[in-house]
């Protein structure tokens, strides 16, 4: 089966500060994408930033970026600047091309941020 | 304006007592999901369908039914609702699952079920 897992369920950060968010996968397929979610406290999942497993430049949306490592299965986020509308729950996911199964989601890691 | 709709976005009910769970898009999606959120489990995904007439077993799909007549809309029904279904229920829609067209799945408000 595939998993995902996120080892931090809760972090903090201080305002204006960098976090990093980790999360691990497990899977022998060769075509996947990886995703980052947010969901604050109103619960609406929104889509932070996605990563094609074929490209090997990770992938960058404003302050928040990624580093991933495929050969590890590491596919962390790095928030910079952290803001106060950062607090949340933070989901990584990863979909298969070829598994019956499409999305699979870590436990989550729920980020606070410190003014 | 493009969005996901689900309905009720809370419900308390009773063991055994039959239950629908609305979901409608308006985006033309092809693919249409449901999933569950528990604590410490993030969202597992119960059903999915890539398209009218066409669904399939997600993760944990025990006690749960759907369907798809219509394109837009994919109901998620509890026949005999049961206290261990009590979670929260998220549908998603995207346009397709097939790359290169592949992109992000659009989730709705989300619902909260309680079952007594």
């Known amino acids: 089966a595939q998993t995902v897992t996120q080892s931090q369920p809760e972090m903090s950060v201080q305002e204006a500060e960098t976090v990093t968010l980790s999360c691990t996968y497990d899977?022998?397929?060769?075509?996947?994408?990886l995703f980052w979610y947010k969901q604050p406290p109103s619960r609406q999942m929104i889509l932070v930033i996605r990563?094609?497993?074929?490209?090997?430049q990770n992938a960058t949306e404003n302050r928040f970026s990624v580093n991933f490592q495929k050969a590890a299965k590491s596919f962390s986020l790095k928030i910079s600047d952290s803001q106060l509308g950062d607090a949340a729950m933070y989901f990584c996911?990863?979909?298969?091309?070829?598994?019956?199964?499409?999305?699979?989601f870590g436990p989550g890691t729920r980020l606070s941020v410190l003014p | 304006e493009a969005q996901v709709t689900q309905n009720p976005r809370y419900l308390i009910t009773v063991t055994g007592k039959k239950l629908t769970v609305t979901c409608s898009q308006n985006?033309?999606?092809?693919?249409m999901s449901w999933y569950r959120q528990d604590p410490g489990l993030g969202l597992r995904q119960i059903y999915y369908?890539?398209?009218?007439?066409?669904?399939d077993k997600g993760d944990v799909p025990e006690g749960y039914k759907v369907s798809r007549k219509e394109k837009r809309n994919f109901p998620l029904i509890l026949e005999s609702p049961s206290p261990n279904q009590t979670s929260l229920y998220f549908c998603?829609?995207?346009?397709?699952?097939?790359?290169?067209?592949?992109?992000?799945?659009?989730f709705g408000p989300g619902t909260r079920l309680t079952v007594l």
């Open positions: 998603a829609s995207s346009f397709t699952q097939t790359p290169p067209l592949f992109n992000e799945q659009f």
């Open positions: 899977t022998s397929e060769s075509d996947y994408y």
């Open positions: 990563q094609e497993a074929y490209k090997q």
């Open positions: 996911a990863s979909y298969y091309l070829n598994y019956g199964q499409n999305f699979v």
């Open positions: 985006m033309n999606h092809e693919y």
């Open positions: 369908s890539m398209n009218v007439e066409v669904t």
